[in-house]
């Protein structure tokens, strides 16, 4: 059974940092992409980056270039979500993902807020 499980959310100022990390379970988490989404109020999901089974490969949204970094840890099972030069516009709730066998999987997501 798929398990996906954020943490490190939380309420910071602008220009301040956080670390969002996801650890999984229930299956071969080295040999899958992940991903981060963000959802804040009234609006779509959005993706905001991913990264392949080894690590090598990043993407990220335009708008994150340059203050956040994915990378992952495949000992641990675990995906991160550096986020540096926190601005409002970055409140969200923050999703991991996988897609395995054409079938999405989310965690129940991690609170970030952007305030002064």
């Known amino acids: 059974q798929v398990q996906l499980v954020e943490s490190g959310g939380g309420l910071v100022q602008p220009g301040g940092s956080l670390r969002l990390s996801c650890t999984a379970s229930g299956f071969t988490f080295s040999t899958y992409t992940m991903n981060w989404y963000r959802q804040a109020p009234g609006t779509e999901r959005e993706f905001v980056a991913n990264i392949g089974s080894y690590g090598d490969r990043t993407n990220y949204i335009d708008s994150v270039k340059g203050r956040f970094t994915i990378s992952r840890d495949n000992a641990k099972n675990t995906v991160y979500l550096q986020m540096n030069s926190l601005k409002p516009e970055d409140t969200a709730k923050y999703y991991c993902?996988?897609?395995?066998?054409?079938?999405?999987?989310w965690g129940q997501g991690t609170q970030v807020t952007v305030s002064s």
């Open positions: 993902n996988l897609i395995r066998w054409e079938r999405s999987y």
